[in-house]
C-alpha cells in the first residue's frame, strides 16, 4: 500500500517531499538510500547527475511581497529511476553523494517500494527538525521585537 493511499499516513505532496528531501540531513538520506540499494537487489539507474553548478535564487520581499533575485547559489542535482519509479533532487551544495541519496530515495516513493514508508517518515522528521530551529531562532529574536502600541 502506497504512503500516499495508507489511511495512516498523511499524504505528502511530490514538491514537498523534493522539498524536504532537499534540506534533511545528508547522513540520514545516505543511510536509508543505501539500506534501499542493498536490500532490493537492484541499482539505480543514473539518469543524469550528480552535477554541480549554480542557479539564480529569488525571494520574495515581505513588505511590497515583490520577488527579485538574491543572486547566485551552488546546488547539486541528480535524477534516477529505480524499480520504474523516477525520483530527482537538487540541494544546496556540493555534496554529490546526498543528493544522489535523495534522488534515490524521491524514486523509492515514486516506485512505492518497500521503503517508501520510511522515505516519508524521514520527510516528516525533517519538518518537525526545521519547525523546532524556526522556534527557538524566533525565541532568540523574542526579546528585540518592538511594540509600538506601548511607544507615546
Known amino acids: 500500500m502506497s504512503?500516499?493511499?495508507?489511511?495512516?499516513?498523511?499524504?505528502?505532496?511530490?514538491?514537498?517531499?523534493?522539498?524536504?528531501?532537499?534540506?534533511?540531513?545528508g547522513?540520514?538520506?545516505?543511510?536509508l538510500a543505501e539500506r534501499c540499494v542493498e536490500e532490493s537487489g537492484t541499482a539505480p539507474t543514473v539518469?543524469?547527475?550528480?552535477?554541480?553548478?549554480?542557479?539564480?535564487?529569488t525571494v520574495r520581499e515581505p513588505i511590497a511581497r515583490e520577488r527579485f533575485h538574491l543572486g547566485e547559489v551552488?546546488?547539486?542535482?541528480?535524477e534516477v529511476e529505480v524499480a520504474g519509479g523516477r525520483g530527482w533532487s537538487m540541494r544546496l551544495g556540493d555534496d554529490r553523494v546526498?543528493?544522489?541519496?535523495?534522488a534515490i530515495?524521491?524514486?523509492e516513493v515514486a516506485a512505492d517500494g518497500a521503503?517508501?514508508?520510511d522515505v516519508v517518515e524521514l520527510c516528516r522528521l525533517t519538518e518537525e527538525l526545521e519547525a523546532d530551529r524556526d522556534e527557538v531562532e524566533w525565541d532568540e529574536l523574542g526579546p528585540t521585537r518592538v511594540n509600538f502600541?506601548?511607544?507615546d
Not at 27 to 31: G, H, I, M, Q, S
Not at 98 to 102: I, Y
Open 3 to 25: 504512503p500516499v493511499t495508507d489511511p495512516t499516513v498523511e499524504p505528502i505532496s511530490i514538491e514537498r517531499r523534493a522539498e524536504l528531501l532537499a534540506r534533511a540531513p
Open 27 to 31: 547522513p540520514a538520506l545516505v543511510a
Open 47 to 57: 539518469i543524469s547527475g550528480p552535477e554541480t553548478g549554480m542557479v539564480m535564487m
Open 74 to 78: 551552488l546546488v547539486t542535482r541528480a
Open 98 to 102: 546526498a543528493t544522489l541519496a535523495a
Open 105 to 107: 530515495l524521491d524514486a
Open 115 to 117: 521503503f517508501a514508508r
Open 149 to 151: 502600541d506601548e511607544i
